[in-house]
């Protein structure tokens, strides 16, 4: 956790419990402590400034199941009757299919083509049970073979599949006003009667 004092200050207050951190290498060397240092030397206007534009629209889009697969991307629960739905919105996982996602995962330590990362898995399922462990390492071979066939044909209809959706979801809520909020809004296309 020292990485995240470094970089919001020593307020911040640790996490009762030992967690894995994340590391991101060059030259073998974990450059994510000197990157959380420098971004606390800056002033706070400038980093807010900095991250903003990160998080700023581009014009590339991800593709959805819509743009992939020509089928319905959107499936609608309503949660609260005549108040409040889920909308959950399939989008292509585009991480699965390049190196920037492969890196991100790896420096999060969720890669599980890394021995040490299935051993974190397991060990936590362990902890609830045979029946949890046995799935983590079904999961985990499952994962394993769907990232050779990835590195033997790319990106392709049948891969995309394969691995599946990136699901967002939005909520949305229709207010006592009659006013509609929504929370964590979603591209809305025309061809399924949204807009």
């Known amino acids: ?15 009762h419990v030992d967690t894995w951190q994340p590391k991101l290498k060059a ?4 450059i994510l402590p000197i990157m959380s240092t420098m971004l606390k030397m800056m002033p706070n206007s400038t980093r807010n400034n900095m991250l903003l534009k990160n998080l700023a629209p581009s014009a590339d889009t991800v593709p ?3 743009d992939q697969f020509k089928e319905n991307p959107y499936n609608t629960v309503e949660v609260v009757k005549d ?6 919105y399939k989008m292509v996982d ?3 299919f390049n190196k920037e996602g492969k890196a991100f995962v790896e420096m999060l330590g969720i890669d599980f083509m890394k021995e040490e990362c299935c051993q974190r898995a397991i060990k936590g399922a362990q902890s609830l049970g045979s029946k949890h462990a046995e799935q983590v390492l079904k999961d985990i071979e499952t994962y394993k073979n769907e990232q050779k066939i990835i590195a033997e044909k790319g990106k392709t209809d049948e891969t995309v599949r394969a691995h599946g959706p990136n699901p967002v979801n939005m909520i949305v809520v229709k207010l006592n ?3 509609i909020m929504l929370y964590s809004p979603i591209q809305v296309r025309d061809e399924f009667g949204f807009a």
Not at 3 to 14: A, D, E, L, Y
Not at 27 to 30: A, M, R
């Open 1 to 15: 956790m020292d990485w995240i004092r470094s970089m919001f200050g020593s307020s911040v207050t640790p996490l």
């Open 177 to 179: 006003s009659g006013d």
């Open 27 to 30: 030259g073998g060397i974990n």
């Open 83 to 88: 108040k409040i739905w889920r909308v959950e």
């Open 64 to 66: 959805d199941w819509y």
């Open 94 to 96: 585009e991480n699965a």
